[in-house]
């Protein structure tokens, strides 16, 4: 079993800066429920983020779209209740801050009163300018997201890598200097090329933690499910599985199965 030991003080946004700094590595995994968060909170995880990926893996959806503000709150408070030292980032679902600012506001000031979360996630650079700081204003931390934005995938048509393209490129550097100088602590970049990752998080001074983005950012992210073998359906050549509680849980499960049908279960030790 691997055991890691980290330092138990709270994670706060400010240490993932001097964490960058130092040169130390950032890990962040999803979470979206009590159990979970517990135990990859024990594991001393730096960041949970409740993302909407919530949206396809609690729920089955086939996108992050349908979730709604009050579904993500419902997982963002599960989670807090669960954990005593990461930084917890909920992201906020499609629809709540794309509109206009104020809805922006209101949307982030919910996800912060009812869930007692760190900060919020959101997706875009400077088409979402105004909401951004307008949320930064009322003094609540942002981590931007660049990249593959699941958010816009009905824009984009396919989940391929991103910012293969030149201009592309350039509009992602653009963007994350912006994300950065609006005052974003900390940004997600997904899905684009690997060189391009480091060229940015080289630049920055905000910590970049990347998922399918290489090794050259200041920390990586994937998703719970994914990442412990959960699906697996899903598997992009960025995801590396540290478990596979598939086929775990579909013996276990099995097993069960077989020992009610024979009787074995319960024995006379297992009633009262
Ligand atoms: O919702 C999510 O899980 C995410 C990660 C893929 C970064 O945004």
Do not use: W
């Amino acid at each position: 079993m691997s055991v890691h030991t980290p330092n138990t003080r709270k994670v706060t946004t400010h240490r993932l800066i001097e964490m960058k700094r130092r040169g130390e590595k950032i890990s962040m995994l999803t979470a979206y429920d009590y159990s979970m968060a517990t135990l990859i909170d024990k594991a001393g995880i730096d960041v949970i983020l409740v993302g909407d990926s919530a949206s396809n893996v609690m729920a089955g959806n086939v996108t992050t779209l349908p979730i709604t503000l009050d579904q993500m709150i419902y997982h963002g408070k599960s989670v807090m209740r669960a954990v005593n030292r990461a930084l917890v980032v909920v992201d906020m679902p499609f629809g709540t801050y794309q509109g206009n600012s104020k809805e922006a506001l209101a949307s982030a000031i919910r996800i912060m009163k009812e869930t007692h979360a760190d900060c919020v996630k959101m997706e875009g650079g400077a088409e979402i300018r105004e909401s951004i700081e307008r949320i930064l204003c009322a003094g609540i931390p942002v981590m931007g997201h660049l990249g593959l934005t699941p958010q816009s995938i009905n824009k984009f048509g396919t989940y391929t890598v991103r910012a293969k393209e030149e201009a592309e490129a350039q509009k992602l550097i653009e963007d994350a200097r912006l994300l950065q100088e609006i005052g974003c602590f900390a940004l997600v970049l997904e899905k684009i090329p690997a060189d391009l990752a480091k060229r940015v998080a080289e630049e920055l001074t905000i910590p970049v933690i990347g998922i399918g983005a290489g090794a050259g950012v200041d920390g990586q992210v994937l998703v719970m499910h994914d990442m412990l073998g959960i699906n697996k359906d899903f598997s992009p050549r960025f995801l590396r599985r540290y478990a596979n509680l598939h086929d775990v849980i579909i013996d276990a499960v099995g097993n069960y199965i077989n020992d009610v049908k024979s009787e074995d279960f319960p024995n006379e030790s297992e009633q009262y």
